[in-house]
């Protein structure tokens, strides 16, 4: 399976009307796992680069909910570049996935759903440490 099959942009319903839009997103319904952590970034801009890890039990949804920001994506070998620029779009990432988060707009929040509670013992920070973890070195 490739990196974009593993890493699918999720579309989600836009649902409304005349008072204005509405997004729904459920946990095991509307994205493969159970919504254990909600965080967004803001306040960032095009000079900066946030992620820069992979987790070893962790699983993602990233949404921009307000203006746009870019996601580098790679298992290693393939790399994929996902802009998520609508409120109604994500990107899903699996465990084990290096993911690079940039171009941040002036108007970014980028909101992330999580699989699990924060635990910083489950992430890699290091990427020469990732690329051993994952080639079993």
Known sequence: MDLKERCPIVYFGDHGD?????????????????IKRVFYIYDSDDTVVRG???NRES????INVAGRSKVR???????????LDRPMMGVYI???IWKDM?????DSILLVLASTHYDGAE???DYEEYL?????Q
């Open 59 to 62: 699983e993602f949804v990233l």
């Open 73 to 83: 994506i790679t298992d290693g070998t393939e790399e994929i570049i996902v802009e």
């Open 102 to 106: 940039y171009d941040f707009s002036a």
């Open 123 to 125: 992430y890699i920070r």
């Open 94 to 96: 699996p465990r084990m």
């Open 18 to 34: 005349e008072r204005g839009k509405l997004v729904v997103i459920e946990g095991s319904q509307d994205i493969p796992f159970e």
């Open 52 to 54: 820069q890890h992979a």
């Open 132 to 136: 051993k973890e994952i080639r079993g």
